[in-house]
């Protein structure tokens, strides 16, 4: 149970930072 819950929260954080990543990937797109 403990394996799963920390293999949910590494998921949930990579999910996070892919999308703050492509976030600032358009941010860039639009300024040039």
Known sequence: MR???AYYT???YI???SN???FIR???I???
Request: aromatic share 22%; with cysteine; proline share 0%.
């Open 15 to 17: 999910i996070l930072y």
């Open 3 to 5: 394996y799963s819950c």
């Open 10 to 12: 590494i998921l949930y």
């Open 26 to 28: 358009k941010i860039e």
């Open 30 to 32: 639009d300024i040039i």
């Open 20 to 22: 703050s990543y492509i």
